[in-house]
């Protein structure tokens, strides 16, 4: 029997001037309690853009990401993963040549719309897990979990960012309602087993202040 292989088509899916700010919590936050990624520029499949952080005391820290969503090359710091290639199903490579690949899809609620992402989770070099979910329609991340081991030897949020506004689609006129807190708890137990470094949040929000 003949079968044919579909190979992932890794593209751009936001466009010059596209926004998305993020409400963060969690303890690796560094007081940070807001983020903004804006597009600047795109060459091929290249993303330039500018992410500011605003802190709890009103001050903010910009600086310049860019991404390829073909090859995942990057000067984020490790696994800030923020964009990928729209259109990304169970079983394709994150980027072309990842070990990373999407293990499911799903449709949540994201800055007032029902949104579907593509989810995965990486693992780094210390005891932290984390749990991507990329809109499927632009690659951008739509929601962020980082969690580590705390002081109590408990798995702890390290950062949980969230999607809150952009321009990249329409609220709802009657939005849906927020995701409960109450299934949060669950989503850090999945986590529980997962092994891997320290919390790559960290290292962004260490590095903007410096």
């Not at 605003?54 to 990401?65: E, F, H, Q, R, S």
């Amino acid at each position: 029997m003949l079968s044919t292989l579909v190979h992932a088509q890794y593209s751009v899916g936001v466009s010059v001037g596209d926004w998305a700010v993020y409400s963060l919590s969690g303890d690796l936050t560094e007081n940070a309690v807001s983020s903004k990624i804006l597009v600047t520029s795109i060459s091929g499949t290249n993303v330039t853009t500018s992410s500011t952080d605003t802190y709890d005391n009103g001050t903010m820290k910009t600086d310049i990401l860019w991404i390829d969503v073909l090859t995942g090359a990057n000067n984020a710091p490790p696994n800030f993963l923020f964009l990928v290639s729209p259109g990304l199903g169970p079983g394709d490579s994150v980027y072309q040549s990842s070990q990373l690949k999407i293990e499911s899809k799903q449709n949540s609620s994201y800055a007032g719309a029902i949104r579907s992402v593509a989810v995965a989770s990486n693992v780094g070099s210390g005891q932290v897990g984390t749990v991507y979910y990329w809109d499927s329609e632009k690659g951008i991340f739509n929601e962020l979990l980082s969690t580590h081991f705390g002081q109590s030897g408990q798995i702890t949020v390290g950062v949980h960012a969230v999607i809150s506004q952009t321009n990249l689609w329409s609220a709802s006129v009657n939005p849906p309602p927020p995701a409960s807190p109450d299934n949060l708890p669950i989503v850090v137990a999945a986590l529980a087993g997962l092994i891997g470094g320290v919390g790559f949040f960290l290292l962004i929000h260490r590095r903007r202040k410096s």
